[in-house]
């Protein structure tokens, strides 16, 4: 209903029915009779990144969002978004979020990423330490299909808005950051740990493609290796963090392993990382069975 009631009128919603129940479906049919923006993807369920690129391969907009069924928008999101788009020619506009918890509702500002001024991701790197947040944008059509980004197709995967964050960052050339939280972002209250084996990997498997994506441009994104190795860094801790313990020492071990052969490959170079990440990178290639000794709130003040 959010999305419906958006004041931006000539939009067409995509709703992609991922092997839901028949009452789901039935849901969005009463909405389908009741605005003919409105269109049904009923599919067996094959996961969020094939649900969204089955979405992608019917878009007809100038523009692209995601909005996520447990999540919703403030009715000008789209129009706020939009209208920069057109009036700075954009290929990706971003606003602020609300993240709602059960007893509270919080908005991260990104203070390190300029505001309502057009800039070059490649000049302005800062863009791509910020939460990828997919469903906070909206994407010019041809940006995502003259570039053919998708979404890995990983049945019961997790993180795969990571490397198709990376890809609309790293080739778009005009981007927008508004200052207005615009999109409510339901979060669990609980830390809960990832106990599913398969589900630890799936971080790795992005990171690979993203890296993958960087070799097949031809040296033309080769600066963002220093980045990426940051970046990096954030999202294996992030993922170090959450997953249960008894899994921690394989996956620090395989982390230690792709570190080793991207320094070997010269992508990673210690002189190219800031001073922070110098010491973290250190700690993974040198002495990875310390690395979970601190919280990373600990590690910033000892290193």
């Known amino acids: 209903e959010s999305v419906l009631n958006q004041t931006l009128k000539e939009i067409e919603v995509i709703c992609v029915n991922d092997g839901s129940t028949d009452s789901t479906l039935k849901i969005l049919k ?5 605005d003919d923006r409105v269109k049904i993807i009923n599919k ?28 919703y928008i403030k009715p000008e999101m789209f129009k706020t978004l939009y209208d920069a788009s057109v009036k700075y020619s954009l290929d990706k ?6 993240d709602v918890y059960t007893d509270r509702i919080t908005i ?5 990423v300029p505001k309502n001024i057009v800039f070059s991701p490649l000049e ?28 890995l197709n990983t049945p019961g995967a997790s993180y795969q808005d990571t490397s198709f964050n990376f890809k609309t960052n790293a080739l778009a050339k005009r981007i927008m950051f508004i200052d207005k939280a615009l999109h409510f972002y339901r979060r669990e ?23 993958n994506f960087v070799k097949s441009q031809n040296g033309n994104l080769d600066c963002l290796y220093p980045t990426m ?6 999202s294996y801790d992030w993922n170090y963090k959450r997953i249960a313990d008894c899994f921690k020492s394989s996956f620090m071990f395989s982390w230690w392993k792709e570190t080793v052969q991207r320094h070997v490959l010269g992508q990673i170079k210690f002189k190219e990382l800031s001073p922070f990440y110098k ?6 290639l040198f002495m990875p069975f310390l690395y979970g000794r601190f919280s990373r709130n600990d590690r910033k003040k000892i290193w």
Not at 30 to 34: H, T, V
Not at 44 to 53: F, P, R, T
Not at 229 to 234: E, G, R
Not at 279 to 284: R, S, W
């Open 30 to 34: 009463e909405y389908q009779s009741n």
């Open 44 to 71: 067996e369920n094959s996961g969020y990144g094939d649900s969204l690129n089955k979405a992608l391969d019917i878009v007809q907009g100038e523009y692209v969002g995601i909005v996520e069924p447990d999540d």
């Open 93 to 98: 506009c971003r606003c602020l979020f609300h």
């Open 108 to 112: 991260n500002k990104f203070p390190a």
């Open 124 to 151: 302005k790197k800062e863009i791509f330490f910020v939460s990828p947040s997919i469903w906070a944008c909206i994407y010019k059509t041809s940006l995502i299909k003259d570039n053919n980004i998708r979404f």
């Open 189 to 211: 209250s609980g830390g809960n740990s990832v106990t599913n084996k398969a589900k630890v990997e799936f971080v790795q498997i992005e990171w690979s493609e993203i890296y």
């Open 229 to 234: 190795a940051m970046v990096l860094l954030n």
């Open 279 to 284: 010491k973290v990178e250190y700690v993974v």
